[in-house]
């Protein structure tokens, strides 16, 4: 479980939520539509090259890198170990902010609600998920040209996951008397190396609490 932060790339209007009415978990439906304002979202995770720049201007402590600075040879690898908290300073210093559950799910789905971001198949090596490759590690952002979504994001299905600034609720709709988390909880989107192959799926969503390092 990991990072992404956002806000760069344009997307627009509304999406459906679940793909099917019958869902993987009922805390993810029912079927609606949601309409969102143009947006502008980033086409990747914040990079530890990116991430070292805020550090060294703003005196934030570094995570989990030893001597201040992450490995040699790692610039592109995306962020890791990192809070909501994180993750909003970040954006806030970089004049953007983190994308709302919406936001994130228009740009992962586009305009057909596609179940993985590159279509609704699964397709081999298209993702860095325990799902599509038993064994796996973290990878530059990019690795895997096939997981980019219509509005051309990188690793919504796999590599790293990300934090939204949504808090958990559940959808209009929900019947079901199972409580699944905290309403405290905050909104993690996007599939990880680490994570089993459901989460790799466009319509998956799950709720840490904030202090959570993801």
Same mark, same amino acid.
């Given at each position: 479980?990991f990072v992404k932060l956002l806000i760069k790339k344009c997307c627009r209007t509304f999406r459906r939520t679940s793909w099917s009415t019958k869902t993987y978990c009922s ?10 304002? $143009?947006?502008? &979202? ?12 805020? &550090?060294?201007?703003?005196? @934030? ?6 001597? $201040?600075?992450?490995?040699? $040879? ?19 210093? =970089? ?16 305009t057909d609600g596609r179940i993985f971001p590159w279509n609704n198949f699964l397709e081999p090596n298209s993702a860095n998920t325990i799902w599509l490759i038993r064994f796996?590690?973290?990878?530059? =952002?990019?690795? *895997?040209?096939?997981? =980019? ?8 299905? $796999?590599? =790293?996951?990300?934090?939204? &600034?949504?808090?958990?609720?559940? *959808?209009?709709?929900? &019947?079901?008397?199972?409580?699944? @988390?905290?309403?405290? @909880? #905050? ?11 459901? @989460?790799?799926?466009? #319509?998956?969503? *799950? ?8």
């Open positions: 479980m805390s993810e439906g029912s079927k609606q539509k949601v309409y969102l304002k $143009g947006f502008f &979202i980033d086409k990747t995770e914040v990079t530890n090259k990116q991430d070292k720049l805020f &550090i060294d201007a703003t005196g @934030f402590p570094p995570h989990h890198w030893k001597n $201040g600075t992450y490995p040699e $040879g790692e610039n592109d690898y995306p962020v890791v170990i990192v809070s909501l908290e994180d993750s909003m300073n970040y954006a806030k210093w =970089v004049q953007k902010r983190l994308l709302t559950e919406s936001e994130w799910k228009k740009a992962a789905r586009g796996s590690r973290i990878k530059p =952002v990019c690795s *895997y040209p096939r997981d =980019v979504s219509v509005y051309a994001c990188y690793g919504m299905a $796999g590599n =790293v996951c990300e934090w939204t &600034i949504s808090k958990f609720d559940y *959808y209009p709709g929900y &019947i079901s008397k199972k409580k699944f @988390f905290n309403k405290d @909880f #905050y909104i993690v989107r996007g599939g990880s190396y680490k994570l089993p192959k459901s @989460f790799c799926l466009t #319509y998956r969503r *799950y709720a840490l609490p904030k202090i959570t390092k993801l």
